[in-house]
């Protein structure tokens, strides 16, 4: 079965400072790799995701991500963060099945909180 | 890109009534859509998959026939917690995928039973 760890429950930066999410998966096939951001009571919004290809990833707001599969890792990273990153931030593996896309298992999450 | 909808935004109900949740994919055909649970402070878990026409596939643990989830149409899903209780207060959101392999979120429904 498929799983995601997210080893940072919460993680301070200061506004300005450089910033990395740590996402390992499990996946018995190659993964569909997702970052995704939720704002308290919002729903989710997609930053980035990995289907194939080039294994850097650019997203939205800023964000990349670097798929290494010999890590089995899919972490997050942004240069400068802004206040308005503060956020819960969720790593997603998913497949696809024979009848299109599956869902998704995703990790437990990484509240960031940034520091003035 | 593509927008999902759900409604209600939240609701509010006494214990032992049902409640229905909707999901539409407002500009693009929904071929699957997905149901998954959130708890405060946590992760999203899948619940159920649904196709266009077939019966939902729900994930191990999730009672089928407490929460009924029908599949309609392409842009339509809907979710029925029947008989809600107070431990199915949860956030519930969806998404939708069409002929791309992304899923597409709705903002989600905050279910408060009484």
């Known amino acids: 079965a498929q799983s995601v760890t997210q080893p940072d429950i919460h993680i301070t930066v200061s506004e300005g400072a450089s910033l990395e999410l740590r996402c390992n998966y499990s996946?018995?096939?190659?993964?569909?790799l997702f970052w995704y951001v939720q704002s308290p009571g919002q729903g989710l919004q997609l930053l980035l995701k990995?289907?194939?290809?080039?294994?850097l990833v650019q997203g939205i707001k800023g964000f990349e991500a670097e798929f290494k599969r010999s890590q089995s890792s899919f972490n997050l990273r942004k240069p400068s963060v802004h206040w308005s990153d503060a956020a819960e931030y969720f790593c997603?593996?998913?497949?696809?099945?024979?009848?299109?896309?599956?869902?998704?298992?995703f990790g437990k999450g990484t509240h960031l909180i940034i520091q003035p | 890109g593509a927008v999902v909808s759900q409604h209600p935004s939240w609701v509010i109900c006494k214990s032992g009534t049902s409640v229905k949740i909707e999901c539409r994919s407002l500009?693009?055909?929904?071929?699957?859509m997905f149901w998954y649970r959130q708890f405060p402070k946590q992760s999203l878990m899948l619940m159920a998959t649904?196709?266009?026409?077939?019966?939902?596939?729900?994930e191990q643990g999730v009672e089928k026939d407490k929460f009924l989830i029908n599949h309609a149409s392409l842009t339509l899903s809907t979710l029925t917690v029947t008989s809600a209780h107070p431990e199915d207060s949860s956030f519930y959101i969806c998404?939708?995928?069409?002929?791309?392999?992304?899923?597409?979120f709705g903002p989600g429904t905050r279910l408060t039973v009484l």
């Open positions: 500009d693009f055909q929904a071929t699957t």
């Open positions: 998404s939708a995928s069409g002929v791309l392999i992304e899923q597409f």
């Open positions: 996946y018995g096939a190659t993964p569909y």
């Open positions: 990995y289907f194939s290809g080039d294994t």
């Open positions: 997603a593996v998913g497949a696809v099945g024979g009848g299109g896309a599956d869902g998704l298992t």
């Open positions: 649904s196709n266009e026409g077939s019966k939902a596939t729900y």
